[in-house]
């Protein structure tokens, strides 16, 4: 047996505090024997412990007939079967070792076959759940000193959910996770609750960084988080719609709404002239009010193309129509409201998938006057084309319920297609040209008629 003792580079309290000195290590470090002290390792890492010469452990034997032999003597007299696994006690493995060196224990030598101190797993295990529950506190305290108003307020509740999603991973992962929180804390302090604020000022504020909020920091990753655990938004909704559902602009300059005979009090806008309605002029807009003797109706719909063929109608015909171009903002959807309590009526459609639904249902929850128009099971089979060149599949998981036509939810869950605004084009036109949704006969408010007008009393808009 080697009479040779610690290796040179093992100073007092490198990996085992001093055991190995004066130890014979060599026989007991042979690469055969490499995978006894590799179980011991994993299982002092996961215990947190260092020594191991109380107690018990398992083992599994490896399949080679070598490195099961390398270890007879030390675990047994007799060698383990390929996959066996045994029950060591770890105090009688401690006596064998002492033959070896007096001070030698179980962790010792493991420590030195992995060339590293054991438990130190475990050590950083614990230190990394002590930071955790510490940022945790962080996290509700700060919530709790929110202002009353605050439209999202974190919740310790919503702490799990953070960390089933790997936000708390990511929290971790920055330079300064204590700062972070108190970073975001201060944006959710900053949200308006009416009005708008630029997200680069915003950012700006909290950061000194008018990037600071753009997508991908670690910053707007954990505000758009906590908003939709607060429910305020949603998992996978469109970055843009969330930043605006926190009243939080992108580019109050770009985006909004496409408009077509709908402008705001006071504009002169020649007649079928399409315009943008950007954000900034959507929140400050005073929409009038429609004269008392029409019953006319505002068309909201999701693609522009809508608007493009709506322009071809005849130029008496008094069209007015909002294109969303895609998901409606909270900005787009408030200055609908606005339109409502102007006195108008709403009509609001848009494509049959995911998307399309969730815009209906906004609108819906936000301008509760507000109607669905052509949006229907039987309109939806309808604007199905009959021969799809590759045909699209519905995301069944984000398709929400249709409360205003509890058939069509169920008609294209069955289905599985989406369908598009561009299959009804003819339909939706008619009803642009008429002036009021098909399912609808306009009302008149002059004195002495009844509340449906023929095309001899219809009122001028409607005309």
């Given at each position: 047996?080697?009479t040779s003792t610690?290796p040179?580079?093992?100073p007092?309290?490198?990996?085992?505090?001093?055991?190995?000195?004066g130890?014979?290590l060599?026989s007991?470090l042979?690469p055969?024997?490499?995978?006894?002290?590799e179980q011991f390792?994993?299982?002092a890492?996961?215990r947190?412990e260092s020594?191991?010469?109380?107690?018990t452990?398992m083992?599994?034997?490896?399949?080679?007939a070598?490195?099961r032999?390398?270890?007879l003597?030390l675990i047994?007299?007799?060698?383990?079967?390929?996959?066996?696994?045994?029950?060591?006690r770890?105090?009688?493995l401690t006596?064998?070792?002492?033959?070896?060196?007096?001070?030698l224990t179980p962790g010792a030598?493991a420590a030195?076959a992995v060339?590293?101190?054991l438990g130190s797993?475990?050590?950083?295990?614990?230190?990394?759940?002590a930071?955790i529950?510490?940022?945790?506190?962080l996290?509700?305290r700060l919530?709790?000193?929110l202002?009353?108003?605050a439209?999202?307020?974190?919740s310790?509740?919503?702490w799990?959910e953070?960390?089933?999603?790997?936000?708390?991973?990511r929290?971790?992962?920055?330079?300064?996770p204590?700062?972070?929180l108190?970073?975001a804390?201060e944006v959710?302090?900053l949200?308006?609750?009416?009005?708008?604020?630029?997200?680069?000022v915003?950012?700006?504020?909290v950061?000194?960084?008018p990037?600071g909020?753009?997508a991908?920091?670690?910053?707007a990753?954990l505000v758009l988080a906590?908003?939709?655990?607060a429910?305020?938004t949603s998992?996978?909704m469109?970055?843009?719609t969330?930043?605006?559902?926190?009243?939080?602009?992108l580019d109050?300059?770009?985006?909004?709404?496409?408009?077509?005979?709908v402008?705001p009090?006071g504009w002169?806008?020649p007649?079928?002239?399409p315009c943008?309605l950007?954000?900034?002029?959507?929140?400050?807009?005073?929409?009038?009010r429609?004269?008392r003797?029409?019953d006319?109706?505002v068309?909201v719909?999701e693609?522009p193309?809508?608007?493009?063929?709506?322009?071809?109608?005849?130029?008496?015909?008094?069209?007015?129509?909002?294109?969303?171009?895609?998901?409606?903002?909270?900005?787009d959807?408030?200055?609908?409201a606005?339109?409502?309590d102007?006195g108008?009526r709403?009509?609001v459609r848009?494509?049959f998938?995911?998307?399309?639904?969730?815009?209906?249902?906004?609108?819906l929850q936000r301008?509760?006057?507000a109607e669905a128009?052509?949006?229907?099971?039987?309109?939806?089979t309808?604007s199905?084309?009959p021969s799809?060149?590759?045909p699209?599949?519905?995301?069944?998981d984000?398709?929400?319920?249709?409360?205003w036509?509890?058939?069509?939810?169920?008609?294209?869950?069955?289905c599985?297609?989406?369908?598009y605004?561009?299959?009804?084009?003819?339909?939706?036109?008619?009803?642009?040209?008429?002036?009021y949704p098909?399912?609808?006969a306009?009302?008149?408010?002059r004195?002495g008629?009844g509340s449906?007008?023929?095309d001899?009393?219809?009122?001028?808009?409607c005309q």
């Open positions: 047996m080697s610690a040179a580079d093992c007092q309290g490198w990996c085992c505090e001093g055991a190995c000195h130890a014979r060599d007991l042979t055969e024997a490499r995978w006894l002290w390792a994993a299982r890492d996961k947190g020594s191991m010469t109380a107690g452990t083992i599994t034997a490896p399949q080679g070598g490195q032999a390398a270890v003597g047994g007299t007799r060698i383990l079967a390929p996959g066996e696994r045994c029950k060591i770890l105090d009688e006596r064998r070792l002492q033959r070896h060196g007096a001070r030598v030195h060339g590293r101190p797993l475990a050590d950083q295990r614990a230190r990394q759940a930071r529950a510490g940022l945790r506190l996290r509700a919530g709790a000193d202002p009353g108003h439209p999202v307020r974190p310790d509740e919503g799990e953070l960390h089933h999603t790997g936000r708390v991973a929290i971790l992962q920055h330079p300064d204590e700062e972070l108190r970073r804390a959710l302090r949200l308006p609750v009416r009005g708008l604020v630029d997200r680069r915003l950012a700006h504020r950061t000194g960084d990037h909020l753009e991908g920091t670690d910053l990753g906590e908003a939709a655990l429910g305020v998992i996978g469109p970055v843009r969330a930043w605006s559902r926190l009243r939080v602009a109050s300059l770009s985006g909004g709404l496409l408009s077509v005979g402008h009090e002169g806008v007649a079928r002239h943008v950007l954000p900034y002029t959507l929140t400050e807009a005073t929409w009038p429609p004269n003797e029409e006319c109706w068309f719909t693609n193309s809508i608007t493009a063929a709506a322009l071809a109608l005849p130029r008496d015909v008094p069209v007015r129509l909002l294109c969303t171009v895609g998901t409606p903002s909270a900005v959807i408030d200055a609908l606005r339109l409502a102007s108008w709403i009509a848009a494509d998938d995911a998307a399309g639904l969730a815009l209906v249902r906004a609108v301008v509760p006057a128009w052509r949006m229907t099971a039987a309109d939806y309808a199905l084309h799809p060149f590759e699209g599949a519905l995301d069944l984000r398709l929400g319920d249709t409360p036509d509890r058939p069509l939810g169920a008609a294209m869950r069955e599985g297609r989406p369908a605004e561009e299959g009804l084009l003819d339909q939706l036109l008619a009803d642009l040209h008429q002036g098909s399912a609808h306009p009302s008149c408010s004195p008629q449906a007008c023929d001899r009393s219809r009122p001028a808009c």
